[in-house]
């Protein structure tokens, strides 16, 4: 795990990983799959496609993930994010083009665990 140095710096990373996963919400929400898709981590986007045999946009409308409504709460873990809102709880990882999903449509099932509809491996 990396270590932040800083209130400023954990704002910071836990605002851009907000800001990622709002996007994201936001165009599922509107149904503007291939910008949500553009949102999500590439081995994220291909278990996608090979799951449901379709293309990402496709495959992002037979997910019906449901709607994110507010964020209540962000975690940075090192290079990975959690972003809970009222109504979903996405997955994110920071990579060079900025912070992506990696799993959305996630509940939580018993203790730590989550059961994600969007996930890849």
Known sequence: ???????????SVQ???????????AAVDARQMSAACVQLAPATRTELESDEQSSCPEALQTAKLPPAGSVGRVDV??????????GDT??????SGGWKITAAGCRLQSGEV???TVKGR
């Open 1 to 11: 795990m990396i270590a932040l140095g800083g209130c400023g710096v954990l704002e």
């Open 77 to 86: 873990y090192g290079q990975q994010a959690r972003v809970v809102f009222d």
């Open 114 to 116: 989550y059961d994600c």
């Open 15 to 25: 605002h851009e990983a907000r800001d990622a996963a709002t996007r994201f919400a």
């Open 90 to 95: 996405f997955f994110l990882t920071r990579t």
